[in-house]
């Protein structure tokens, strides 16, 4: 793992160095705390990442804590969010999150697995995220990036986020769990794409299955 780790991040850097992730640069944040990369999480969804870090420093300079977002107008939330799509959807359910925070963990965001998955709209990837970018608890975050590039490189032959984090979790060593949904998803938006991945650049195409099928080809 430590190689396909290496190389994606080598590859990287000779091509052109990637933007740090939006929930990267949330941890990497003087205001970032757990609350701000749960609703960072949240808003990510269908949204650019740059996108999601202009935003999230938006609401959050106006609400800073999980008290002021459970007491906040649907509308006011909806104004600062609009650009991230869904924003109706959205704003409901920050307020709805923000409330159960507030009230239940005394406006502290959980850091286990369970309770995190309790909250309303909180999935596994974005409970995986909160415990790796807010904790630095190892998890495997999978989304379209992980699980399209885990099963690219033939260290999965899954079918959905789902069985692919199952099936991370049992063959990677924890020790690098921390660092896989970063790489990963910097390297599924700038070198392993959904179509036409750069294979001539990439320092791992001789440890993966897609390339050696593209040859054969």
């Known amino acids: 793992m430590k190689k396909i780790l290496r190389g994606m991040i080598r590859t990287m850097n000779l091509v052109k160095p990637p933007r740090m992730t939006a929930l990267r640069e949330l941890h990497e944040a003087e205001t970032g705390g757990p609350l701000s990369i749960l609703i960072g999480t949240i808003l990510s969804a269908r949204t650019r990442d740059e996108n999601t870090s202009v935003v999230v420093k938006k609401l959050f300079d106006k609400y800073e804590t999980a008290h002021s977002l459970a007491r ?8 600062i969010i609009k650009s991230t799509g869904f924003y109706h959807v959205k704003a409901r359910r920050i307020i709805e999150v923000a409330s159960i925070i507030d009230k239940k963990y005394g406006g502290r965001v959980p850091d286990s697995l369970e309770e995190l998955l309790e909250l309303p709209g909180v999935g596994r990837k974005t409970a995986n995220c909160v415990l790796v970018y807010a904790f630095e608890k190892p998890a495997i975050p999978v989304d379209t990036h992980v699980h399209r590039i885990s099963n690219r490189i033939g260290l999965v032959n899954t079918k959905t986020p789902e069985e692919t984090e ?5 063959k990677i060593p924890k020790k690098y769990w921390l660092e896989i949904n970063d790489t990963f998803v910097m390297y599924g938006q700038n070198i392993c794409k959904p179509i036409s991945p750069m294979c001539d650049v990439c320092q791992i195409k001789n440890m993966c299955e897609y390339y050696k099928t593209r040859l054969a080809s």
């Open 166 to 170: 199952v099936e991370l979790m049992k």
């Open 72 to 79: 906040a107008k649907v509308y006011d939330i909806e104004k």
